[in-house]
């Protein structure tokens, strides 16, 4: 089945750096993908709409400045947490509808970040 | 913008006794409404969905309803197992390719 595949799993980093988050269908074109954030015991927080080609659609509260999301090829979506705090340590995950299969939603793994 | 909330937020049941789950829409135009599960760090899995043109949908242990005028839906859960002790949420939609906003989430524990 179509799978959806995010890098890093895992990521540590240092307050005040950058980190970028990777999300790739692997096996469909995904004009469009969705980046959510969770925070533990928490739900997932829809934080922006990807669009291959164009900007991102940002939801309200949302900085588009700290969350950059370049949405490089059809099957490629990155986040980069710009300058970032231990208040943006949290699970990361994006979504991606595969239009071959009726748009069923695809789930990445994931990615944890944890800044320190 | 959609807003979901998810009632209960923990739900214990004994073995094989059943399990509901609520949530409420705001946004009449949702017309999607997929439930997830998902065990802690990991992708949330699709477990039943249903469209607004539809009221009711089953699958084994899994029913789903939906009350379009009302805007809520119900996730109901039969004969659990422990292995069904989760974080279950739900979700409302434009469409099936569009983005969700999902509910609070229900940690269900079922006990043996």
């Known amino acids: 089945g179509a799978v959806v595949s995010q890098h890093p799993s895992w990521v540590i980093c240092k307050s005040g750096t950058s980190v970028k988050i990777e999300c790739r269908s692997l096996d469909f074109q995904a004009t469009t993908m969705f980046w959510y954030r969770q925070f533990p015991k928490q739900s997932l927080m829809l934080m922006a709409t990807s669009n291959e080609g164009s900007k991102a659609t940002y939801e309200q509260g949302v900085e588009k400045d700290k969350f950059l999301i370049n949405h490089a090829s059809l099957t490629l979506s990155t986040l980069t947490v710009t300058s970032a705090h231990p208040e943006d340590s949290s699970f990361y995950i994006c979504?991606?509808?595969?239009?071959?299969?009726?748009?069923?939603?695809?789930f990445g793994e994931g990615s944890w970040l944890t800044v320190v | 913008g959609e807003n979901v909330e998810q009632h209960p937020s923990t739900l214990s049941v004994q073995e094989g006794d059943s399990a509901v789950i609520k949530c409420t829409y705001s946004d009449s135009a949702s017309n999607y409404f997929p439930w997830y599960k998902q065990e802690l760090g990991k992708r949330p899995q699709l477990i039943i969905d249903?469209?607004?043109?539809?009221g009711e949908k089953k699958d084994q242990r899994i029913a789903v309803t939906l009350n379009k005028t009302a805007k809520h839906f119900s996730l109901h859960i039969t004969e659990t197992q422990p292995e069904d002790s989760a974080v279950y949420f739900c979700?409302?939609?434009?469409?099936?390719?569009?983005?969700?906003?999902f509910g609070t989430g229900t940690s269900l524990t079922v006990i043996p």
């Open positions: 979700a409302a939609s434009l469409n099936t390719g569009n983005q969700f906003y």
């Open positions: 249903i469209r607004s043109n539809v």
């Open positions: 979504s991606a509808p595969n239009s071959g299969t009726g748009d069923t939603i695809y």
